[in-house]
């Protein structure tokens, strides 16, 4: 593959260390709703203090709106680092769950002209409203939706 053979932007990664008592999800929502490109966390522990290492992943023109936000909400300590990203190409593809539409990201490089396939990411957003719907976990709608988009796929 070729460098052109992707897509190419300028991303701005924000981390900051959250040890209060809101859920990790709820942490996710609020950035995800404000446009956040991606937020993901992991546990983390400082001196006395397990908590979450959080990574909201934004448009570097974003980065501005998105450290206002975070000192309005958690906290004015923060590391940011500012990258290029290479990402695959995408098709965007809405399988049936439940009876309910979830929107999938197939992630691709184009080989010898042919598509090869090498991400296949369930939508966040429609992942949760379908197991509020179906009272099950978001893990669980996560998973069967990717298990339902690889046979979409392949068929």
């Not at 990664?13 to 040890?19: D, G, K, P």
């Not at 949760?128 to 796929?153: D, F, G, M, P």
Request: with cysteine.
């Amino acid at each position: 593959m070729n460098k052109t053979d992707w897509l190419i932007d300028e991303v701005s990664t924000i981390t900051f260390f959250y040890n209060g008592d809101l859920p990790p999800t709820a942490i996710i929502d609020l950035f995800l709703r404000h446009q956040a490109l991606d937020v993901f966390f992991i546990p983390a522990y400082r001196p006395g203090k397990p908590g979450y290492e959080v990574y909201i992943l934004c448009l570097t023109k974003q980065e501005v709106y998105f450290i206002h936000l975070l000192a309005e909400n958690f906290s004015t300590q923060y590391q940011l680092t500012r990258q290029h990203r290479y990402k695959l190409q995408r098709d965007f593809v809405e399988i049936q769950l439940h009876d309910y539409p979830v929107q999938v990201k197939y992630g691709y490089a184009v080989v010898n002209g042919k598509k090869n396939y090498f991400q296949i990411k369930p939508e966040y957003e429609d992942c949760k409203k379908l197991a509020i719907i179906l009272n099950r976990t978001l893990e669980e709608i996560y998973e069967q939706s990717k298990a339902k988009a690889y046979q979409v796929l392949s068929t």
